[in-house]
């Protein structure tokens, strides 16, 4: 076992310790705990069979196994990016309407201060 298979190993086992911890406290649903369970498995199974890799790239036509995982990881950080943006656009508007909510009871508060 060289280096990268046993940096490979440990990150599986931290993927899986995090993925169950962050399961248990419900903080996000059950797709993202699949993904996060299916890296951890893939690590494992790429570390201990890597020829599986090369026989997924060649049925994705490509000449390096790897390849397949860099544009697999390409498409999840996309995901999760439109994931993220729409969660801040989300706080957004909901910052947006709370304030005018506050305004509206404020002015409120004030016309009836003034009479």
Known sequence: MNLLQAFFIVS?????IIAFDIAKRQ???ALHF???????IGLFVFTIFPNILNK?????????GADVLVYVSIVFLFYFV??????????REDVTR??????????????????
């Open 98 to 115: 709370l304030v005018r909510e506050i305004s509206v009871l404020e002015d409120k508060l004030n016309q009836h201060d003034r009479k």
């Open 27 to 29: 903080k996000f649903n």
């Open 34 to 40: 699949l993904v996060f369970i299916g890296i951890g």
């Open 12 to 16: 599986g086992f931290i993927i899986f």
């Open 82 to 91: 439109l994931l993220l943006l729409n969660k801040t656009e989300k706080n």
């Open 56 to 64: 997924m790239g060649q049925i994705f036509g490509l000449q390096r």
